[in-house]
């Protein structure tokens, strides 16, 4: 069925890639086979680890990437299902445990919280990030060209609103996975995340409680403590 979800897949799609040549290609073609080689073992954990002698910020840049695109296709895929009437509000959460409310702000255009759709967050967020990641300011791809001093907290930042992206489709769209048969390729990609996640501590804990429950069935339960 992952044909028809690629099909499904086309209002939201990935269009940031990591260009040949940039400092970060190489980390990137590394990572994609490690991903690879591992997927089919279900063994993600050395996927995440910072290989030796590598620069982290690097690192970091090209999983944001990457994260990025898989969570704009896995959203594609249920966009269609996720409409105002659907879904008046931002939320996220799995039984049994607490539902959370999100309103979007980006400082910006919004410099205070705003009650959206949760197709419009999650629009609003994929054009957040977006911009970000083709700013040369923010993503460096030439060679010589450092990160930004605050990079890791930009960084860690997406990374928190990435996870609302997947807490929403846990918590109001599992019977749309369900029908696409996309559940075990969303729960993969999601454990995959959380292990970066953790690997990195990328989200606060607190962030984190509103699908714990989920979070522990992939035997992350330490991230809690």
């Known amino acids: 069925m992952l044909k028809g979800f690629f099909h499904k897949a086309k209002t939201f799609k990935p269009k940031k890639s990591v260009p040949p040549g940039s400092k970060v290609h190489e980390l990137y073609k590394y990572a994609k086979s490690a991903q690879k080689a591992t ?16 620069d982290l910020e690097a690192w970091l840049a090209v999983n944001t990437v990457d994260f990025f695109n898989q969570i704009n296709m896995l959203y594609g895929s249920i966009a269609e299902a996720c409409t105002a009437e659907s879904c008046p509000v931002m939320c996220a959460g799995c039984d049994p445990g607490p539902v ?3 309103q979007w702000a980006d400082g910006v255009t919004f410099k205070k919280p705003v009650k959206v759709s949760a197709r419009q967050y999650c629009s609003y967020l994929m054009e957040w ?3 970000q990641l083709d700013d040369e300011a923010v993503f460096p ?3 010589g060209v450092a990160f930004p001093r605050d990079f890791q907290e930009r960084v860690r930042n997406i990374f928190k609103r990435l996870f609302r992206v997947y807490g ?11 029908a696409l048969e996309i559940e075990p ?4 990609c999601f454990r995959h995340f959380m292990l970066f996640v953790r690997e990195f501590k990328l989200v606060d804990k607190k962030e984190l409680e509103v699908v714990k429950e989920l979070i522990i069935s992939f035997g992350m339960q330490d991230i809690f403590q």
């Open 39 to 54: 997927l089919g073992a279900g063994d993600l954990r050395s996927c995440v680890v910072l290989p030796a002698n590598e």
């Open 100 to 102: 959370c409310e999100y």
């Open 129 to 131: 990030v977006q911009q």
């Open 141 to 143: 791809s030439a060679i």
């Open 168 to 178: 929403h489709i846990y918590h109001s769209h599992l019977d749309a996975v369900v």
């Open 185 to 188: 390729h969303l729960n993969t």
